[in-house]
């Protein structure tokens, strides 16, 4: 098993880190960390000699990170309360994958904080909610927030990672997750409570325009 993390900034700037199997099925941007070797011992032969005897990493496997923006934050929209903001995925090119971590990228316009949010993980292949995590906090204004712990959460096909701000005021909801101009993926927003609605073409949640 290798350790993929998983970065996409299309319509939001979140970026979301996995574990899987990585196959040649699927082509992507990847930065490799390998793992550190495991119980390393030293010992001094003479003053100018060290032995060192360790045993190779678990399977814990790489990082892998993944991402499609264009390094350009331009843009937001006026976000909600109750509503997710976000990117799906399609995994099936992976096998054993949970979702670990998650990043994501925000601006202040005007109006700085520390923001209270939540992360959502949702299979889209039945539009089923796998996973809530937080309420977390901002750490500052104008920039990435990162290493969102999100808890091992298994998945395979469609995945939709989307934060959840609950913070500001119920029509302009902050933190305020940035855009680019790189919509070359499939960025969604819509409210939690249609979520279920959305295969029967009633209330369904959009693409951004």
């Not at 010992?43 to 000699?49: F, G, H, L, M």
């Not at 005897?53 to 390094?71: A, C, K, R, T």
């Not at 299979?123 to 906090?137: I, K, M, N, S």
Request: proline residues 4%; negative net charge.
């Amino acid at each position: 098993m290798r350790q993929l993390a998983f970065v996409f900034v299309t319509f939001l700037g979140i970026s979301t880190f996995l574990i899987a199997d990585h196959t040649d099925s699927f082509i992507v941007s990847e930065k490799l960390n390998l793992n550190p070797p495991e119980n390393v011992t030293a010992d001094i032969i003479n003053s100018d000699d060290i032995h060192v005897e360790w045993d190779i990493p678990g399977s814990g496997g790489d990082l892998i990170e993944l991402w499609q923006h264009d390094g350009t934050f331009s843009n937001a929209y006026y976000q909600a309360y109750d509503y997710g903001y976000g990117v799906v995925y399609d995994l099936s090119g992976y096998s054993d994958v949970t979702i670990e971590y998650c990043d994501f990228r925000h601006s202040s316009w005007g109006n700085t904080g520390i923001w209270d949010y939540k992360i959502h993980i949702v299979d889209w292949d039945t539009y089923t909610e796998l996973a809530v995590v937080g309420p977390f906090q901002t750490t500052g204004n104008d920039q990435w927030e990162e290493g969102i712990v999100l808890g091992s959460v298994p998945e395979s096909g469609m995945v939709g990672i989307f934060l959840e701000p609950v913070s500001n005021d119920p029509a302009d909801a902050y933190p305020c997750l940035d855009g680019d101009n790189a919509l070359d993926g499939m960025s969604y927003f819509g409210a939690f409570i249609r979520l279920q609605c959305h295969g029967t073409g009633r209330n369904r949640w959009r693409l951004p325009d």
